[in-house]
T-cell receptor, first 116, second 114 residues
């Protein structure tokens, strides 16, 4: 149980284009999903917290107009990188929490974004 | 903000050796989570700890929640090549249901020499 998928697993795009990444919880309902960014040889950095049916909460320094997050259902959250630039190239990982007190998060396999 | 100090940063060990890594925080944590990340993959939850002093095993892995609630360690016994990866400790900055954000340590990169 507690499987989270991401699509696509990798994407290459031209500078200025927008890219959408999907995160799905396959066998549980996730009221909260999280989006992380990870640069090479670094730890995961939380970008935003996404709650189903409400606006995402962004971490300091993360532009909400550039990284659009939609959490329309209990099993799907999307991250859209708008007007992507080479500095947005990174490994984007989502996670989902099952709720309750214990705070475990289950991670997707990640999406490698390369902006040319 | 919350700080998690994870050490060592990297380790090179011989296959069959035991491994120990630890994590300390600047404040009390109510949950400690240990994840492993393989290259190009998302982190996978290894062990979750919920009570001070708790000692939990998962196969060759053992983790403990420090009694001060500010530290945790992860041990791997009899290491094998597939143990290679980056191990992260993580915990929520706040306690209570609904407070789900995690703070991550910087990771311990483990290399196993066959």
């Amino acid at each position: 149980g507690a499987v989270v998928s991401q699509h696509p697993s990798w994407v290459i795009c031209k500078s200025g284009t927008s890219v959408k990444i999907e995160c799905r919880s396959l066998d549980f309902q996730a009221t909260t999903m999280f989006w992380y960014r990870q640069f090479p040889k670094q730890s995961l950095m939380l970008m935003a917290t996404s709650n189903e049916g409400s606006k995402a909460t962004y971490e300091q320094g993360v532009e909400k107009d550039k990284f659009l997050i939609n959490h329309a259902s209990l099993t799907l959250s999307t991250l859209t990188v708008t007007s992507a630039h080479p500095e947005d190239s990174s490994f984007y990982i989502c996670s989902a929490g099952q709720g309750g007190f214990h705070n475990e998060q289950f991670f997707g396999p990640g999406t490698r974004l390369t902006v040319l | 903000g919350q700080q998690l100090n994870q050490s060592p940063q990297s380790m090179f060990i011989q296959e069959g050796e035991d491994v120990s890594m630890n994590c300390t925080s600047s404040s009390i944590f109510n949950t400690w989570l240990w994840y492993k990340q393989d290259p190009g993959e998302g982190p996978v939850l290894l062990i979750a700890l919920y009570k001070a002093g708790e000692l939990t095993s998962n196969g060759r892995l053992t983790a403990q929640f420090g009694i001060t609630r500010k530290d945790s360690f992860l041990n791997i016994s009899a290491s094998i090549p597939s143990d290679v990866g980056i191990y992260f400790c993580a915990g929520p900055p706040r306690s209570g249901a609904g407070s789900y954000q995690l703070t991550f340590g910087k990771g311990t990169k483990l290399s196993v020499i066959p």
